[in-house]
Nanobody, 130 residues
């Protein structure tokens, strides 16, 4: 059974940092890219970042580039999202998601569709407020 379990959200002041974690299980981790996707209050889903461990390529939305870093732990099937210099507009529920197609890489030019993903975590709330 595929499981994606997120943790690490919370309340942080503008300019602060948080690290989100997504523990993945139930599938061959290196066969699938992983993404972080967020949903701000009253808005649709927004792709944030993607990572495919076998080629170690990382991709970011323009809105987070230079502030967020996606990574994995080589000893665990866990994806992290380090978020620095947080802004109020980063407030959202953050989801990790597994690509449905083996070895498909999501880049900055990939048109976002939730149908690209077959499993999603439960989401973790990030609130940036003073």
């Amino acid at each position: 059974e595929v499981q994606l379990v997120e943790s690490g959200g919370g309340l942080v002041q503008p300019g602060g940092s948080l690290r989100l974690s997504c523990a993945a299980s139930g599938f061959t981790f290196d066969d699938y890219a992983m993404s972080w996707v967020r949903q701000a209050p009253g808005k649709g889903l927004e792709w944030v970042s993607s990572f495919y461990r076998p080629i170690s390529n990382t991709y970011y939305a323009d809105s987070v580039k230079g502030r967020f870093t996606i990574s994995t732990d080589n000893t665990k099937n866990t994806v992290y999202l380090q978020m620095n210099s947080l802004k109020s507009e980063d407030t959202a529920v953050y989801y990790c998601a597994k690509l449905a197609i083996r070895r498909m890489v999501v880049t900055t030019t990939t048109e976002f569709s939730r149908n690209l993903y077959d499993y999603w975590g439960q989401g973790t709330q990030v609130t940036v407020s003073s």
